[in-house]
Each structure stands twice: as structure tokens, then as C-alpha cells.
């Protein structure tokens, strides 16, 4: 299977019990900032730039669990800035597994190999390692001569301890598709066991024109698509064939709810109009009708998967082609 079982079990379990339950809005995904710090700065990122006046503000080790155990989804996304920067994170990861949570820790690598002396593997935790391109690409991205080496002997590392581990990869509009693709031939040979693929999203607080617009995006994918058939991609088949065009999705923001230092942020993991000091406000709250594409500018562009990967979920049961597609490329 592409996945472990028990993921498997868990989410299938959580979306049959809210659908059964008529519950119409639910969370996939807490993505959890414990700390904006980071130890790079990339030209790409919007976080460093949209928090710049509170990156050094950190939660509490009890502010982040109340936030794991106020969220019922399944999946926890410890993410940042850079969760090794976070003083708490083994306490924070052995506590999110104990409630028997999932954990996808995002990390840049630059941090990991030391850090994988304080973790063990187990069968709900996931690495998702950033790598945007072989080395010279890849360090050009991240902004410092060395990243693309000490990620990649960290990935050694991990494997050989028995570690799951995905990599997290960003089409951006100067991205070479075929050094993508000898990206993730190096990365299977090393054992990584899935990869995640999604364009980029053009920050307001990001100036680069670093970022694809929608047409752009579609022609780039129809290329990411054609590798999903050759590597074990970790992004589902209808997100990319979303992604050149082939599908329709409205976009779900409360399907990723994003908790950081300034409280629940509405009403996306990208945009930014509010934070509320609950899960429940933050839910309650947000006028979700007013957002996605043609409704508010801000969207017009946007097919980032922390929108629509979730979008997923609500189609699969509306055509049984689809669902055989989705159990098909589960099973592979």
C-alpha cells in the first residue's frame, strides 16, 4: 500500500464517521506552528515575511497539545518555520503520537541528522523533507551553498534508522521538470518512500515573480503527471489532474487549519484576514463563502494542495471511476 494501514484505517474512519454524522465541515489536517523561527531565508517563503514582528514568539509546549486536542483531525503537520528550532519538539512529537495522532514533521534538513539521535521510528510518524531541485537548484532555492549535501546525508540516515520519509517538492516558474525528474530517481535510490509535488503560492508579502499563474501551472503538470505514473507520489491522482486542468475543484480552506503563535489563522494556511484564540471561533466565525476562485482575488491563482487535496475527499464519492482510481493508486 502507498500508505501505512493504520493511516489508512484512521482517515477512512474519521471521514465515514462525519459523513454518517452530516457533518459538512471538517478538518483533514492541523497544521501546527509551534515557532516562526527558521534557519534559512528563502526568497519563496511568505512566513518569515508575513510574521516578521513575531518570529521570535513561540507556543507552549500545553498551548500545542490544547490545539492538537481541540482539532479533531487525524493528522497533525508539525511545520514553522523550522520545527528542530522548536526547544519542545521531541516532547511535542512523542505526546502528538501518544494521542494517537498522526505526525508529517516538515523540516529543511539542516538540523536533522542530529536530530535523528533524540527520535525513534514509528508506524504514525512521517519525515517530509523540503528538496526543490538537485544541489546546485536546490541551494540556490534555499539561499545557502551545502543544503542539497546535508539533506541528502540526512535522508541516509534516517532511512537506515527506519524511518518513513517523504519529500516535499515546489514547482515554482523556472523549475526544470526533467531535473525534477532525475531529483526523484536519486531520492527512490536512496530508499525515500513517497513524494509530494504542488505549485507554489504567490505571497502578498513575497515580491519575487517566482510563482506560476493558473494556465502556467496546468502546462507544468501535465508533465508532473506523466512522472506520478513512475514514482510514488504521495499528492492523489485527482489533485493532479486538477493541477493541468483535466478536473474541477472548489477549494476547501477549512480542510487544513493552520494553529500558530497569533491563534487559529483564517481563513487558510496561505491567506491571512484574522486570528481567533479557538478551533471552534475560527470555524464559527469565518464567512467560508467569501473565499476561493472568483470570489476573492487573493485565489485567483491558487491550486496549492492545502486547499485542495482536502476538495479530494468531498468528490471521490460522487463517481465510482474516481473512487476506483483512488483505491487503485492506494493499493500500488
Known amino acids: 500500500m502507498r500508505f501505512p494501514m493504520r493511516l489508512n484505517y484512521d482517515l477512512t474512519k474519521y471521514i465515514v464517521s462525519n459523513k454518517l454524522n452530516k457533518v459538512e465541515k471538517y478538518p483533514l489536517v492541523l497544521m501546527l506552528e509551534p515557532t516562526h523561527l527558521c534557519n534559512l531565508a528563502c526568497s519563496g517563503c511568505g512566513r518569515i515575511r508575513e510574521y516578521a514582528d513575531t518570529i521570535q514568539d513561540m507556543l507552549t ?30 516532547e511535542l512529537i512523542d505526546a502528538v503520537l501518544e494521542r494517537g495522532k498522526h505526525i508529517y514533521l516538515c523540516t529543511n534538513a539542516l538540523l536533522l541528522e542530529k ?51 517523504c519529500t516535499n517538492t515546489t514547482i515554482f516558474k523556472e523549475t526544470d521538470l526533467v531535473e525534477i525528474e532525475m531529483l526523484f530517481s536519486h531520492l527512490r535510490d536512496l530508499g525515500v518512500d513517497g513524494f ?44 493532479l489532474r486538477f493541477l493541468k486542468g483535466e478536473k474541477q475543484l472548489e477549494c476547501t480552506p477549512w480542510g487544513n487549519p493552520t494553529r500558530n503563535t497569533r491563534g487559529w489563522k483564517a481563513p487558510c494556511y496561505l491567506i491571512t484576514d484574522a486570528h481567533y484564540p479557538t478551533f471552534k471561533e475560527m470555524m464559527e466565525k469565518t464567512e467560508w463563502e467569501k473565499y476561493g476562485v472568483g470570489k476573492d482575488s487573493r485565489c485567483a491563482q491558487c491550486m496549492m494542495h492545502c486547499g485542495f487535496e482536502p476538495s479530494v475527499v468531498a468528490e471521490i464519492g460522487k463517481s465510482w471511476k474516481d473512487m476506483w482510481e483512488m483505491f487503485l493508486w492506494n493499493m500500488t
Open 61 to 90: 509546549l500545553q498551548q500545542c497539545l490544547d490545539s492538537v486536542d481541540e482539532c479533531p483531525a487525524p493528522v497533525v503537520t508539525i511545520t514553522g518555520g523550522e520545527p528542530f528550532l522548536y526547544p519542545h519538539i521531541y
Open 115 to 165: 536530530a535523528l539521535d533524540h527520535m525513534k521510528p514509528h508506524p504514525n510518524f512521517i519525515l517530509n523533507i523540503h528538496m526543490d531541485g538537485m544541489e546546485e537548484t536546490h541551494d540556490r532555492i534555499l539561499e545557502r551553498k551545502g543544503t542539497f549535501k546535508i539533506a541528502i546525508e540526512a535522508i541516509k540516515k534516517a532511512k537506515r534508522l527506519g524511518f518513513r520519509i
Open 196 to 239: 509530494l509535488v504542488a505549485p507554489g503560492f504567490g505571497y502578498e508579502a513575497v515580491g519575487e515573480k517566482l510563482f506560476l499563474e493558473r494556465r502556467e501551472i496546468q502546462k507544468k503538470f501535465e508533465q508532473v503527471y506523466e512522472m506520478s505514473k513512475r514514482f510514488c507520489f504521495y499528492s492523489t491522482p485527482m489533485y
